[in-house]
């Protein structure tokens, strides 16, 4: 379902084609030359059953990271790759050197990378809306489950989309009048009743059941 965002079909390389700007496909070579120039380093090697006098240096090879981006269901998520294998994620159309939404590269709207922080903010979309947790040791910010931007479409269509006119299928409106408000609540009031059981007692919030597949 898409939520004021629009889908990204995977199999369309159409919007990622259009998007490659001279400097685009520049920082492309940069990243391939990059890659085929390892960091080397020599490092003294000690076995426990050498005799003193022994001891070996051996090389070393590193590749370097670099930061990419990459479409997912939640949206543009801005991660870290290895350098030798940059070229490569970037023949794949969710995977870009530039936010999918802004087109910058140093985008921090949503970041996995170690030591950076999450902004929350794209020149490209609109922020997601989020709930701050109210206990006065955690203060973690909880965001709306829906993409404000871009997305990756999963792959399964929504009901009512292949399903014809199956006259089982059920249709109305049950699961589409969430809002981020109340998607926000919901998830707040989870994080609340699994991470602070004191405050949760407080606020009346009890843990769901333990949910049985079916």
Same mark, same amino acid.
């Given at each position: 379902?898409?939520?004021?965002?629009?889908?990204?079909? $995977? %199999?369309? !390389?159409? =919007?990622?084609?259009?998007?490659?700007?001279?400097?685009?496909?520049?920082?492309? =070579?940069?990243?391939?030359?990059?890659?085929?120039?390892?960091?080397?380093?020599?490092? @003294?090697? @000690?076995?426990?059953?050498?005799?003193?006098?022994?001891? /070996?240096?051996?090389?070393?090879? !590193?590749?370097?990271? =670099? $930061?990419?981006?990459?479409?997912?269901?939640?949206?543009?998520?801005?991660?870290? /790759? %290895? &350098?030798?294998?940059? *070229?490569?994620?970037?023949?794949?159309?969710?995977?870009? +050197?530039?936010?999918?939404?802004?087109?910058? %590269?140093?985008?921090?709207?949503?970041?996995?990378? $170690?030591?950076?922080?999450?902004? %929350?903010?794209? &020149?490209?979309?609109?922020?997601?809306?989020?709930?701050?947790? $109210?206990?006065?040791?955690?203060?973690?910010?909880?965001?709306?489950?829906?993409?404000?931007? @871009?997305? =990756?479409?999963?792959?399964?269509?929504?009901?009512?989309? +292949?399903?014809?006119?199956?006259?089982?299928?059920?249709? +109305? +409106?049950?699961?589409?009048?969430?809002?981020?408000?109340?998607?926000? /609540?919901?998830?707040?009031?989870? *994080?609340?009743?699994?991470? *602070?059981?004191?405050?949760?007692?407080?606020?009346?919030?009890?843990?769901?059941?333990?949910?049985?597949?079916?």
């Amino acid at each position: 379902m898409n939520m004021g965002g629009k889908a990204f079909n $995977p %199999n369309d !390389r159409r =919007l990622k084609q259009n998007r490659q700007t001279p400097q685009m496909r520049a920082a492309i =070579l940069a990243a391939r030359t990059r890659s085929a120039q390892p960091e080397q380093s020599n490092e @003294l090697y @000690l076995d426990a059953d050498a005799k003193p006098g022994e001891e /070996a240096n051996i090389t070393v090879t !590193r590749f370097g990271k =670099l $930061p990419l981006y990459k479409l997912t269901p939640a949206g543009s998520c801005r991660i870290e /790759a %290895n &350098e030798q294998s940059i *070229h490569e994620m970037l023949n794949q159309p969710y995977y870009s +050197d530039v936010c999918f939404d802004c087109g910058r %590269n140093d985008c921090l709207s949503w970041t996995t990378i $170690p030591g950076e922080v999450s902004t %929350n903010r794209c &020149e490209g979309k609109p922020a997601k809306a989020l709930r701050i947790c $109210p206990h006065p040791e955690c203060g973690r910010p909880v965001y709306d489950t829906q993409p404000t931007g @871009l997305f =990756l479409q999963e792959g399964f269509a929504s009901v009512g989309e +292949d399903d014809g006119e199956d006259p089982a299928v059920i249709r +109305d +409106d049950m699961y589409s009048t969430s809002t981020p408000a109340t998607r926000t /609540a919901s998830a707040m009031k989870m *994080h609340i009743a699994f991470t *602070h059981p004191q405050l949760a007692e407080e606020l009346g919030y009890q843990k769901p059941p333990i949910a049985v597949p079916v």
